[in-house]
């Protein structure tokens, strides 16, 4: 039993997804899996277990932020051995070419984080998805989502913020400059953690607002209605019938 999740052996299935959202958790649980049971309260961070599609599967919880995430993400893998952890997040769009809602699977997350600066000794580390993940997730979302039928499919670099109210926002425009499509706050750590233990994971996010135009949605949108994206990480990491 962790310290912070708090299940019992065998209660946490192989795979996991991760919203950050602790109520999202459970809207995902209840909208998506089949006999769900919940196995942890700890925090109010709730996490869940139950099938979909007759496949066992985990729902969990992980706070705001790479710091929070990370306590999850570490205690997922060396305390349940967890194979596969899916990140279901929200982002911001950093380019016109990325509309609100679209989808962004993300090969790699760059981040102004000093987490792998200390366990790398001040060397950079290049966190990247899990490839056999990532095509699945691309080919769960291009045959789920045709072109022009729903929201756009993104995949390619993403930024892992720190602060989520940044003291130097140009700096957040030169990574779109540079090909980085949206921001958000966790990818980065959980790519590096994957790789720590030689698990899988996988981030992908649904646009809940735009740096450049500044739309955005509301808190219950991202909450509860962000459905296509849990769907394509559920198809990649279990399969589909």
């Not at 299940?7 to 109520?23: K, N």
């Amino acid at each position: 039993m962790s310290t912070h999740i708090g299940a019992r052996p065998g209660e946490i299935a192989p795979v996991v997804l991760l919203p950050g959202d602790p109520l999202r958790a459970t809207w995902i649980a209840e909208t998506f899996l089949d006999d769900a049971k919940c196995y942890s309260e700890v925090r109010g961070m709730f996490g869940y277990t139950g099938t979909w599609q007759g496949r066992r599967v985990s729902v969990q919880g992980s706070g705001m932020g790479q710091p929070s995430m990370a306590i999850y993400v570490n205690e997922l893998f060396r305390e349940y051995d967890v194979e596969a952890i899916v990140r279901v997040g929200s982002c911001g769009a950093l380019t016109e070419k990325v509309a609100l809602r679209d989808i962004v699977i993300a090969s790699g997350a760059c981040t102004d984080s000093s987490m792998n600066r200390v366990r790398f000794e001040g060397l950079d580390f290049a966190p990247v998805a899990d490839f056999g993940l990532l095509r699945a997730a691309y080919d769960a979302a291009t045959q789920r989502v045709p072109a022009g039928e729903g929201p756009d499919v993104h995949v390619g670099p993403i930024f892992s913020n720190d602060s989520f109210y940044s003291p130097r926002p140009d700096l957040i425009g030169r990574m779109a400059d540079h090909g980085v499509l949206a921001v958000e706050m966790e990818a980065s750590a959980l790519y590096t953690l994957a790789a720590s233990f030689g698990r899988k994971a996988l981030a992908i996010c649904t646009v809940s607002d735009h740096v450049v135009t500044g739309e955005e949605t509301t808190a219950h949108e991202r909450e509860q209605t962000f459905g296509t994206m849990v769907e394509i990480a559920l198809e990649a990491a279990l399969g589909r019938d």
